[in-house]
């Protein structure tokens, strides 16, 4: 069920090539992300699993372009990423929502910077505020929505620029369970109707099996990759069957010796 | 399936009856709350009325004239008729002249507070560079600045420019903290949804700073009354609230001098409530 490490059959949409990130701080030195590989395919759904303050969100930031990486290159289509674009779509877990904008102010913000003509935002916002399940709600500013409700915005907030790829930086963390099982349900149906690259960051097993094509497993910081656990359950899953408590298993089974090992390294503070 | 997270705002609207029902009940309570507002506020003026009466009744002196007095004495001083050689002016052109001060300052106040505190929040090094010359400045109070403004400036510009000290720092404070405050998250979600710098500076910064920006204008404007009705009573000649004030009190004319008091804190709370409401109103 492991697929070659980072090496895809088919050319990679997504690519992370031998890539390194260190912060620098007060003449201290964090090691975040080590020499990672990893390629993502077109259409596909993977989710980053680790420990807490492995580094996955610093990698997933790389692929936004919202960090640079001190060593190796992140790409898209086989172009170096140089900064945030419009064709990398990113999800918050605080939603990062404009507080002072509608719903649909909210989701049209990426055609406005992009001078798309009003009828045309209007049309293109309406077709994503159906698409999520946001219908009638269209004027609700983000501190009168749930936060399911919330998420739903800043998911069509990022669809409504049409991005190559989405990616989601643990965007049901902060949501209650029932929500947040709910909510992956929804974006499983807005995978399967947009055929979108998603890089998902999650710490849930769980949730990532119900979720992935493929599980990349990283190591605690700085974060490596670890393995990478194909899926290839039929969807929808059931939690209940056995052959996804197998990977649910092997999946943990990994990310527990990881987060272990970062446990012990948290009496030495993670300095280098 | 999907209904169960649609949250708070659907809960109350899944009938039409049942919405009816539940905007009925807020109307109703909100209502009640709001009227209940109301009559304690008529309640405390009504008490404070009388507190002032019977205090002026018992003191028996003519500078704390009774309730009666001075509301007669402000009807009166808005009739042109009944002005004299030493006020030529109705009360109306004594508001009209502070107002006017008041907006002068405040505009060139803001136009230039506003740029002054959004680059200092921006750029480390030019707060770094600017903030001890202003620090400097903020705290030497507006009216100590007076003989300079009347011997440099022409008449009119003179307060104005006093006004503009005292509404110049809260402005330029606040602003400064509110773009530092500014989420970077917002930041970082309008980059990852293609917006530009200058997109970001119009579309992000300046929206999530306006709250505060607004909160140093009123502060601003609040500094502003205090500041004018001291320069008018010091040195300014022509006009306004506080020569109004300060002219009828030197004449013993404490029925005038209590009306100017009262038309004062009428005018400034009238300002308050505007500008609280074009605050929420910019936030829309």
Known sequence: ?272 | MRAQGLGRVEMASQTPSGRAAAMARTLFRRTRRSWDKVLLAVLGLLAFLIVWQVTSDLADEPALPTPSKVFEALFDSFDESKTTLLDPWPMQQHVGQSLWRILYGAAVAIVCAVPVGLVMGFSRRTEAFLIGPLELIRPIPPIAWLSFAIAIFATGADVAFIIFLGIFFPVFINTMDGVKKVDRMLVEAAQTLGARRHQVFYKVILPATLPQTMTGVRVGVGVGWMTIVAAEMIGVKDGGLGWYIWTHGQLSQYDQMFAGMLMLGIVSLVISRCLIALERWLQR
């Open chain 1, 1 to 272: 069920m492991t697929a070659a490490q980072g090496a895809p059959a088919q050319s990679p949409i997504l690519e992370a090539l031998a890539v390194s990130k260190s912060f620098e701080k007060d003449d201290r030195v964090t090691e975040a992300v080590r020499d990672v590989t990893l390629g993502i395919r077109e259409g596909e759904l993977v989710c980053l699993v680790g420990p807490s303050g492995c580094g996955k969100t610093t990698l997933l930031r790389m692929f936004a372009g919202l960090e640079r990486p001190s060593h190796g290159d992140v790409r898209l289509r086989g172009r170096t990423i140089a900064g945030p674009g419009a064709d990398r779509g990113m999800i918050f877990q605080s939603f990062a929502l404009f507080p002072w904008r509608s719903a649909r102010r909210n989701i049209e913000f990426g055609l406005e910077v992009r001078r798309v003509p009003k009828e045309e935002r209007l049309r293109i916002s309406d077709r994503y505020i159906d698409l999520v399940g946001l219908k009638g709600f269209e004027h609700a500013h983000p501190r009168e929505l749930s936060g399911g409700m919330q998420q739903r915005v800043g998911l069509a907030r990022a669809l409504a620029n049409d991005p190559a790829v989405m990616l989601m930086d643990e965007p049901f963390g902060s949501l209650d369970a029932q929500t947040r099982n709910m909510m992956q349900l929804e974006l499983l149906r807005i995978w399967q109707s947009t055929r979108k690259t998603v890089v998902f960051v999650t710490h849930s097993v769980d949730e990532s099996v119900f979720l992935a094509d493929r599980v990349v497993v990283l190591t605690a910081r700085p974060a490596s990759v670890k393995s990478v656990v194909e899926v290839g359950l039929p969807r929808p899953r059931d939690r209940a069957s056995a052959e996804f408590a197998a990977i649910r298993h092997r999946v943990l089974q990994d990310l527990t010796e990881e987060v272990l090992k970062g446990m012990a390294q948290q009496d030495r503070p993670g300095v280098v």
